[in-house]
């Protein structure tokens, strides 16, 4: 069983950046692909940037060139960091942990077993 607890969401302005963080519990995070998805109204949950156990990283078109994704195996701590916030990111954010080999399609939701309870990011323009 792996629990994930987030923190890190707020409210920012346009062009903002926040930092979000995601801790694993259970020792997930060496063998653990691990991601962020985020889901706002209206919309399905769509992935933002994922890591795989090894260091791989995959990241969705929206969050190319704006976000980056760490882990810190020692600390079970998935990161976040998000620079050029546009309003179009408000969205609740959830840190999503699949045993690496069971995942062959890193950035579709439905791969992920274990996910957080989301931390809210508004973005206002």
């Known amino acids: 069983q792996v629990q994930l607890v987030e923190s890190g969401g707020g409210s920012v302005q346009a062009g903002g950046s926040l930092r979000l963080s995601c801790v694993a519990y259970?020792?997930?995070?060496?063998?653990?692909?691990m991601g962020w998805f985020r889901q706002g109204p209206d919309n399905e949950r769509e992935a933002v940037a994922v890591?795989?156990?090894?260091?791989?990283?995959t990241y969705a078109d929206s969050a190319k060139g704006r976000f980056t994704i760490s882990r810190d195996n020692a600390k079970n701590t998935l990161y976040l960091q998000m620079n050029s916030l546009r309003p179009d990111d408000t969205a609740v954010y959830y840190c999503a942990a699949e045993l690496r080999w069971r995942v062959r399609f890193p950035l579709r939701a439905d791969e992920y077993t274990y996910w957080g309870q989301g931390t809210q990011v508004t973005v206002s323009s």
């Open positions: 890591i795989d156990s090894v260091g791989i990283l």
């Open positions: 259970a020792n997930a995070g060496s063998t653990y692909a």
